[in-house]
């Protein structure tokens, strides 16, 4: 499918054009970055048509428009996906390689916008895609960090964080919007005064400081359909005036310090996942790109449609990405009240019905609730709007459930000097989803279950999905061709056709090539590893991955006690047949979570010394992928042949890393927890390596707190060898080192030992290990398991998603251009 007239001789003359005009080089003595900037700009030029027409289509068909609201985006490279969304890819490579460029190099060349930390980021950044893709009118709103995602150094096997400035070199991929900047009020106090002309008070905010928010858009290029969508991304800048009036009284140095003080608050993404932070920087961020959005929002309604907003929710939709926008309720009512002189009950619907939330986490630690005393000094107005809205909605409980005092204690927006931000986003919005089934399931159950008592009909399921496009057609080009050799390329926007895979695996000739596909993979993936850490390892050993956030509940911790068992076994019986098996692992631990920077340390410190013990004899190897991130991500899932998707049950609201390795044809062995329970409902439980305690089965020994790991490890010798090993010098001479994770298991810093209950599981998990060794040494069989995976992950793509999104709350219909 090639929707533009690609004109090569046109092309490779702006590329020789931009470098001129950036650089004053020519092609033969341009830098590598250089090159890169050239040939994205090339490309950029060739976006601007169909974005220009697309935004004129919106403004002719006027369709109802949806706002992804997300702290958090995370993009990864855009130059290769623009080019394959373009349907331009294999012109601009071969153009390209005519004048002594090689596409992949340059796409290393670029800089990759990590502005997230990990799921919920990237599901914003497959979502976008997708919505693109579709043909829906949509944006995609957040803050354009300077430094993204921190990018990870291993120093003496330790976690050290450098900063991301991704921003160093031009970033050919925006545009600067200073004509759409905004206002942006923190501080300061609200006062009332009667106006005679109204015959009614009139309310007053005086004394805020204001910053100004500028808007970058990105381009979202859908596939193959000249649809180009946008993200607006909020950078924040000094108010002129103020500059200047410090300027007329010559304190000049007071007016650079407040540009410099506006600009923190977009220097930084917190780097924390599953996890609040509860900084006042934080909080201004989420208020900052709110009211710069909807303020946007507001006006470009009242352009379109005029003052009267009863039609507010036909034609936007709003959706919160968590809980890190839900002060949007507040700010609307804001706009349309303060800004539009609405009355509460006029507005007060508007929003209600144009407003949506998704929920990503049942992890208490991630809940965000703010203190009042922070959030009333820095956004009196919104933190009055709030009180309203919650004394208003307890009258409203009260009718529900009349007298039941201990619930509204529990719903209550504000309660024990705290906001409750997921609260205000229930109680704000007309829906409310949970992103895998079980996680939905558990939100009805437990978490949310007062509010879904009161209306059971505000929530749903949204299972999440993953793009095919990244990650499949471009992360793992070999496997994509051959899909399309036996299919067609239906499968690039229709993932279900996936399942004209299934006859593939009576096929013994396709098998074969299935599997020397994933050995090339392997290959690619060997010799990254061999560049970037040094580490031979063999291509025909089981490559088993586990890619995630590092966090407690991921249980990594499992995953490498189970190496430190099977090292045990080796030197004790070094003899024994053992399948050769390489543990591979990539993760980024938070800044501040020191358990999880020492699980990071384990591994290092495990890898040393098993890939260097003569007594293994290369047949165990252990792996850690430093910076593990969207680019290397799409490297490594396209070679697994094992997913670890082994987190405590009922804690991974879905994942979406287990979606990626399934498409590309690695079987899973995981727990019943997030969408596991989906991948195994659609490819089969005997196509996967399933393990461990039930969800029911974590939360009831949490309910009853009968959980006693102490008792494990007196009793088990196998565990206690394990975890002793973490205390008697094998892995550190100094023996205090890895005492914390051994307390952790054990005593527990917080009073509560093993909190995830690895060593209830550990003995499951080796099982499930043995299996799925023992499924590997059939080779033709494994074949069939991972042609299988990949056969049935039709279901697993954001497509699909967006698609229950669009019809069950958007309700939006594809805009088309010709
Ligand atoms: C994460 C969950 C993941 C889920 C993503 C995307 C947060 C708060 N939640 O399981 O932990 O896949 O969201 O929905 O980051």
Request: aromatic share 12%; glycine share 6%; charged share 25%.
């Given at each position: 499918m090639t929707d533009l007239k690609f004109d090569k001789a046109a092309f490779v003359e702006d590329i020789k054009d931009n470098l001129r005009r950036f650089y004053r080089v020519d092609l033969e003595d341009a830098r590598p970055e250089q090159k890169f900037f050239a040939v994205a700009a090339a490309v950029e030029d060739r976006i601007i048509d169909n974005w220009m027409d697309t935004q004129k289509a919106f403004e002719e068909q006027r369709p109802k428009t949806v706002y992804y609201l997300s702290m958090e985006f995370l993009m990864g490279r855009a130059l290769g996906n623009n080019l394959l969304n373009l349907c331009i890819y294999d012109e601009v490579k071969d153009a390209l390689e005519e004048i002594g460029l090689d596409l992949n190099v340059l796409e290393d060349q670029e800089a990759e916008p990590a502005l997230g930390n990990g799921g919920l980021g990237r599901l914003a950044a497959c979502f976008l895609d997708s919505l693109a893709t579709g043909g829906y009118a949509a944006y995609g709103a957040g803050i354009r960090y300077h430094y993204g995602l921190f990018k990870q150094k291993i120093k003496d096997g330790f976690q050290v964080e450098a900063p991301d400035n991704w921003l160093k070199n031009m970033y050919p991929f925006e545009l600067k919007r200073p004509e759409y900047a905004k206002e942006i009020r923190f501080g300061g106090n609200t006062r009332t005064e009667w106006d005679d002309t109204l015959g009614k008070n009139k309310f007053l905010y005086e004394n805020y400081s204001s910053v100004l928010a500028v808007p970058y858009d990105m381009p979202i290029v859908g596939y193959g359909n000249r649809i180009v969508d946008t993200l607006r991304l909020w950078d924040a800048e000094a108010i002129n005036d103020f500059e200047l009036e410090a300027f007329d009284k010559g304190e000049y140095a007071r007016a650079v310090e407040q540009a410099n003080l506006a600009r923190t608050i977009t220097e930084v993404l917190y780097p924390n996942d599953n996890h609040m932070s509860g900084k006042e920087l934080r909080l201004k961020q989420q208020y900052f790109f709110i009211s710069a959005t909807l303020q946007t929002i507001v006006e470009q309604y009242v352009h379109r449609y005029g003052e009267d907003f009863s039609r507010f929710p036909e034609k936007v939709v709003l959706q919160m990405n968590d809980t890190h926008p839900s002060m949007a309720v507040a700010e609307l009512m804001r706009i349309l009240m303060d800004e539009y002189g609405m009355e509460w009950d006029d507005a007060w619907p508007v929003v209600h019905s144009s407003l949506a939330y998704t929920n990503h986490t049942i992890m208490q630690e991630a809940l965000e609730k703010w203190p009042i005393d922070l959030f009333s000094r820095l956004l009196p107005r919104v933190y009055q709007i709030i009180q309203e809205i919650d004394r208003r909605f307890l009258l409203d409980v009260e009718k529900h459930f009349p007298g039941d005092y201990a619930r509204k204690e529990r719903m209550a927006i504000i309660a024990h000097g705290q906001v409750r931000m997921a609260y205000l986003a229930i109680v704000g919005s007309f829906s409310v989803n949970g992103v895998a089934a079980l996680h939905s399931e558990l939100l009805q159950s437990r978490v949310l279950r007062d509010f879904y008592e009161m209306w059971p009909n505000k929530f749903s399921n949204k299972t999440n999905g993953v793009t095919q496009r990244r990650f499949l057609l471009h992360g793992n080009p070999l496997l994509a061709a051959w899909i399309t050799k036996h299919i067609g390329d239906g499968w690039h926007t229709d993932f279900s056709q996936m399942s004209g895979l299934l006859p593939l695996v009576e096929d013994e000739q396709a098998l074969r090539e299935f599997m020397a596909i994933k050995r090339a993979n392997k290959v690619r993936l060997a010799e990254y590893i061999k560049e970037h850490n040094g580490i031979e390892v063999d291509p025909d050993s089981i490559f088993d991955v586990q890619v995630k956030r590092l966090h407690e509940y991921k249980r990594q911790l499992l995953n490498i006690l189970h190496v430190i068992y099977l090292y045990d076994e080796i030197r004790r019986n070094p003899d024994a047949d053992f399948y050769p098996h390489t543990f591979i692992f990539g993760a980024k631990a938070s800044a501040g979570y020191q358990i999880a920077k020492l699980i990071i340390k384990l591994i290092g410190s495990v890898a040393e010394k098993v890939n260097n013990d003569p007594a293994v004899k290369g047949k165990l190897k252990v792996v850690f992928i430093e910076d593990y991130r969207v680019s290397n991500g799409e490297i490594i899932f396209a070679a697994a042949d094992l997913s670890e998707q082994i987190s405590t049950a009922s804690r991974e609201a879905s994942g979406t890393g287990n979606m990626k390795f399934m498409i590309n044809g690695a079987p899973t062995i995981g727990t019943m927890d997030g969408a596991n329970v989906e991948i195994v409902e659609e490819v089969g439980i005997e196509n996967a390596f399933i393990f461990g305690l039930s969800a029911d089965e974590v939360l009831r020994l949490e309910r009853e707190g009968s959980y006693n790991p102490r008792a494990i490890y007196d009793n088990d010798p196998v565990i206690r060898s394990i975890l002793d090993h973490l205390v008697d010098g094998?892995?550190?001479?100094?023996?205090?080192?890895f005492r914390p994770i051994f307390d952790s298991l054990l005593a527990g810093s917080y009073g509560k030992a093993d909190p995830y209950f690895i060593l209830a599981d550990f003995h499951a998990y080796a099982e499930a290990q043995r299996r799925a060794v023992e499924a590997y040494k059939d080779r033709e069989g494994w074949a069939k398991m991972a042609l299988l995976n990949t056969a049935c992950s039709g279901k697993f793509s954001s497509d699909r998603t967006i698609k229950e999104y669009v019809d069950g709350i958007w309700n939006l219909d594809p805009v088309t251009i010709d």
């Amino acid at each position: 499918m090639t929707d533009l007239k690609f004109d090569k001789a046109a092309f490779v003359e702006d590329i020789k054009d931009n470098l001129r005009r950036f650089y004053r080089v020519d092609l033969e003595d341009a830098r590598p970055e250089q090159k890169f900037f050239a040939v994205a700009a090339a490309v950029e030029d060739r976006i601007i048509d169909n974005w220009m027409d697309t935004q004129k289509a919106f403004e002719e068909q006027r369709p109802k428009t949806v706002y992804y609201l997300s702290m958090e985006f995370l993009m990864g490279r855009a130059l290769g996906n623009n080019l394959l969304n373009l349907c331009i890819y294999d012109e601009v490579k071969d153009a390209l390689e005519e004048i002594g460029l090689d596409l992949n190099v340059l796409e290393d060349q670029e800089a990759e916008p990590a502005l997230g930390n990990g799921g919920l980021g990237r599901l914003a950044a497959c979502f976008l895609d997708s919505l693109a893709t579709g043909g829906y009118a949509a944006y995609g709103a957040g803050i354009r960090y300077h430094y993204g995602l921190f990018k990870q150094k291993i120093k003496d096997g330790f976690q050290v964080e450098a900063p991301d400035n991704w921003l160093k070199n031009m970033y050919p991929f925006e545009l600067k919007r200073p004509e759409y900047a905004k206002e942006i009020r923190f501080g300061g106090n609200t006062r009332t005064e009667w106006d005679d002309t109204l015959g009614k008070n009139k309310f007053l905010y005086e004394n805020y400081s204001s910053v100004l928010a500028v808007p970058y858009d990105m381009p979202i290029v859908g596939y193959g359909n000249r649809i180009v969508d946008t993200l607006r991304l909020w950078d924040a800048e000094a108010i002129n005036d103020f500059e200047l009036e410090a300027f007329d009284k010559g304190e000049y140095a007071r007016a650079v310090e407040q540009a410099n003080l506006a600009r923190t608050i977009t220097e930084v993404l917190y780097p924390n996942d599953n996890h609040m932070s509860g900084k006042e920087l934080r909080l201004k961020q989420q208020y900052f790109f709110i009211s710069a959005t909807l303020q946007t929002i507001v006006e470009q309604y009242v352009h379109r449609y005029g003052e009267d907003f009863s039609r507010f929710p036909e034609k936007v939709v709003l959706q919160m990405n968590d809980t890190h926008p839900s002060m949007a309720v507040a700010e609307l009512m804001r706009i349309l009240m303060d800004e539009y002189g609405m009355e509460w009950d006029d507005a007060w619907p508007v929003v209600h019905s144009s407003l949506a939330y998704t929920n990503h986490t049942i992890m208490q630690e991630a809940l965000e609730k703010w203190p009042i005393d922070l959030f009333s000094r820095l956004l009196p107005r919104v933190y009055q709007i709030i009180q309203e809205i919650d004394r208003r909605f307890l009258l409203d409980v009260e009718k529900h459930f009349p007298g039941d005092y201990a619930r509204k204690e529990r719903m209550a927006i504000i309660a024990h000097g705290q906001v409750r931000m997921a609260y205000l986003a229930i109680v704000g919005s007309f829906s409310v989803n949970g992103v895998a089934a079980l996680h939905s399931e558990l939100l009805q159950s437990r978490v949310l279950r007062d509010f879904y008592e009161m209306w059971p009909n505000k929530f749903s399921n949204k299972t999440n999905g993953v793009t095919q496009r990244r990650f499949l057609l471009h992360g793992n080009p070999l496997l994509a061709a051959w899909i399309t050799k036996h299919i067609g390329d239906g499968w690039h926007t229709d993932f279900s056709q996936m399942s004209g895979l299934l006859p593939l695996v009576e096929d013994e000739q396709a098998l074969r090539e299935f599997m020397a596909i994933k050995r090339a993979n392997k290959v690619r993936l060997a010799e990254y590893i061999k560049e970037h850490n040094g580490i031979e390892v063999d291509p025909d050993s089981i490559f088993d991955v586990q890619v995630k956030r590092l966090h407690e509940y991921k249980r990594q911790l499992l995953n490498i006690l189970h190496v430190i068992y099977l090292y045990d076994e080796i030197r004790r019986n070094p003899d024994a047949d053992f399948y050769p098996h390489t543990f591979i692992f990539g993760a980024k631990a938070s800044a501040g979570y020191q358990i999880a920077k020492l699980i990071i340390k384990l591994i290092g410190s495990v890898a040393e010394k098993v890939n260097n013990d003569p007594a293994v004899k290369g047949k165990l190897k252990v792996v850690f992928i430093e910076d593990y991130r969207v680019s290397n991500g799409e490297i490594i899932f396209a070679a697994a042949d094992l997913s670890e998707q082994i987190s405590t049950a009922s804690r991974e609201a879905s994942g979406t890393g287990n979606m990626k390795f399934m498409i590309n044809g690695a079987p899973t062995i995981g727990t019943m927890d997030g969408a596991n329970v989906e991948i195994v409902e659609e490819v089969g439980i005997e196509n996967a390596f399933i393990f461990g305690l039930s969800a029911d089965e974590v939360l009831r020994l949490e309910r009853e707190g009968s959980y006693n790991p102490r008792a494990i490890y007196d009793n088990d010798p196998v565990i206690r060898s394990i975890l002793d090993h973490l205390v008697d010098g094998t892995f550190s001479e100094d023996t205090g080192l890895f005492r914390p994770i051994f307390d952790s298991l054990l005593a527990g810093s917080y009073g509560k030992a093993d909190p995830y209950f690895i060593l209830a599981d550990f003995h499951a998990y080796a099982e499930a290990q043995r299996r799925a060794v023992e499924a590997y040494k059939d080779r033709e069989g494994w074949a069939k398991m991972a042609l299988l995976n990949t056969a049935c992950s039709g279901k697993f793509s954001s497509d699909r998603t967006i698609k229950e999104y669009v019809d069950g709350i958007w309700n939006l219909d594809p805009v088309t251009i010709d």
